[in-house]
């Protein structure tokens, strides 16, 4: 299939269940809430290294967000619900609360929940306290300049992680362009993330190594600099590739965010846009490209 | 489709209507609703002998509505769990006392020890309250432990005393000693607050545009915005609320008491500045 003249390959990204959940992080000015939430999304971007995948998932007009102030989204993905409690407690107690004027809520309404605001008010050393309104706990802990509030506890989901492209191109420059309409194009499909830093990855990994200690090495069939040496999966006037990983809070999230991702990627020098999966064996979403261009 | 109690007598005798409630009445056919026992004074009479029973075909399934001179009409909701009472007029004293689900609305005055008690649920006073709103109930030690009571208007002495949980809104002025032995929950009053608001206070947050005079047993303790009142502003906004314009991104005088008590409530007063 060619799609403005790029080749999509017929193959599928191979994704696989994750335990999701969602912040709303505020503040006085967005400024600062990009600022908190950057640092609550901060080294999360594979799931091997970082025990969690995260990215900004849009801003929040004030009057969408629990106290009026601006707001941005968190998406967070890990590999089970403890997991998540300690990513949370560390990522919010550690980047969200130092932050100035900083706010952070529940941003997902379902009925597991786990307990974060609960266990992070205890920074207060006897001297926070609570309201509850409307069925929601929120804890006011003292800072320096105010209170940092929290809600008591946070709602998790079952997400996908492991979506992903690899754009492949004539050029560096090209792909790295690509690369980044790709990411434009995820960023404005809600629930969805590219968690690398910038939503671009230029390492895409396979599993294993020929070293026992790692569990992940240089997926070298896809670097170009390798083709003399080691067998290559790309055609000769391939000089780059740049993976993009996506994760939602749906396969339908994610499948909606490949397809945008795919459209805004097919730009002129790009020769081929494929799709990483572990011949089925992993993950039981099948994302296969061609299908979800005809959606 | 509600049912509609269209009050006549014109009697002055109190008359004690706890026992109507949605959760008793609207499974019951009309006539042995009409049958229904209701103390008036010292008698105790048929329902049907104080009121007219209609259908109300714009209210909700679960709505009763009392109209006509509802003034006398004491315990309305008293207890109540679910469904929905509307009053078409002023009610009497303890409305909504005790109640632990449902929604009652007063479109008129209310009485003494509105929501007195309460547990849950939504009152709502479209008017001005009486004394001891959202306050302990005599032999009990706790007020309010739960629910949201908002009254448009102002409320008499003692609203909220002892109370535990849940929200008070009054948008108007609070009386002498409101949040008196407060022991947590919020406390909004958009104008003044009375004489030694907040006495005994344990924990809990009063908060007001003004105090008639300095508060016995508070200490000053910085001027700041906080967070969490601007989640209960927009949450009363939301609601139809009157919430202050001013107050959204205001500072607030933060005054931490009682030193009597526990030392850990607060009374927050509007910074014009």
Redesign the interface.
């Known amino acids: 299939m060619y799609l403005n003249h790029v080749r999509i390959e017929d193959t599928f990204a191979e994704a696989f269940p994750m335990c999701a959940a969602r912040l709303v992080v505020?503040a006085d000015c967005e400024e600062w809430a990009i600022i908190a939430a950057r640092a609550a999304a901060g080294l999360a971007h594979s799931i091997v290294g970082c025990n969690c995948e995260a990215d900004l998932a849009g801003s929040i007009a004030p009057a969408q967000t629990?106290?009026?102030?601006p707001g941005v989204a968190v998406l967070l993905l890990t590999t089970s619900k403890e997991a998540m409690q300690q990513e949370l407690l560390k990522r919010i107690g550690q980047g969200v609360l130092p932050t100035p004027t900083s706010?952070c809520y529940n941003g997902l309404d379902f009925t597991e929940t786990i307990a974060v605001g609960g266990k992070i008010r205890y920074f207060g050393d006897g001297y926070q306290?609570s309201?509850?309104?409307?069925g929601r706990r929120?804890w006011?802990i003292p800072v320096a300049?105010?209170?940092f509030?929290v809600e008591e506890s946070f709602g998790v989901t079952q997400g996908v992680g492991g979506g992903n492209l690899l754009i492949q191109a004539a050029s560096q420059s090209i792909a790295l362009e690509a690369a980044q309409a790709a990411v434009a194009a995820i960023r404005n499909t809600p629930n969805a993330i590219a968690p690398f830093p910038g939503g671009v990855c230029r390492s895409p990994s396979k599993i294993g190594s020929r070293y026992k200690t790692v569990i992940a090495s240089t997926n070298h069939p896809f670097c170009p600099t390798l083709r003399a040496q080691a067998e290559s999966q790309l055609e000769p006037a391939v000089q780059a590739v740049y993976e993009i990983v996506i994760n939602g809070l749906s396969e339908s999230a994610v499948r909606q965010a490949m397809k945008a991702a795919m459209i805004a990627a097919c730009l002129p020098g790009v020769i081929a846009i494929t799709a990483g999966n572990y011949g089925g064996k992993l993950g039981p979403y099948h994302l296969h490209l061609h299908q979800i261009l005809t959606e | 489709m509600g049912l509609k109690l269209h009050f006549h007598l014109s009697d002055p005798l109190p008359i004690d209507a706890s026992p109507l409630l949605p959760q008793h009445l609207l499974h019951l056919g009309s006539e042995s609703l009409l049958e229904v026992r209701v103390s008036v004074g010292n008698q105790v009479v048929p329902l049907g002998e104080l009121c007219r029973l209609s259908q109300s075909p714009e209210s909700q399934p679960d709505e009763l509505c009392f109209s006509g001179n509802t003034r006398h009409l004491h315990r309305v909701g008293m207890g109540m769990q679910s469904g929905r009472i509307v009053i078409e007029g002023d009610s009497g004293s303890l409305a909504g006392a005790n109640m632990s689900g449902g929604e009652l609305l007063i479109h008129g005055q209310a009485g003494d020890l509105a929501g007195a008690g309460m547990k849950g649920g939504l009152l709502q006073v479209f008017g001005h309250a009486g004394d001891e709103a959202g306050a302990n109930l005599v032999g009990n030690s706790l007020g309010m432990q739960g629910g949201v009571l908002l009254i448009h208007g102002d409320a008499g002495r003692e609203a909220g005393r002892r109370m535990r949980r849940g929200l008070i809104f009054i948008d108007g002025q609070a009386g002498p000693l409101a949040g008196a032995d407060m022991r947590a929950g919020t406390l909004l009053v958009t104008g003044s607050l009375g004489q030694h608001p907040g006495i005994g206070m344990r924990r809990g947050s009063l908060v007001a545009s003004r105090l008639l005079e300095p508060p016995l047993g508070f200490l000053p303790a910085g001027v700041a915005s906080f967070i969490w009142l601007r989640i209960y502003l927009k949450w009363l906004a939301e609601r139809g609320c009157a919430v202050p314009e001013t107050w959204r991104e205001a500072n607030f005088h933060r005054l931490a008491g009682s030193t009597a008590e526990i030392n850990k409530g607060e009374i927050l007063i509007y910074d014009p500045n």
């Open positions: 505020t629990p106290d009026g102030r706010a306290s309201k509850f309104l409307d929120f006011r300049d105010g209170e509030v």
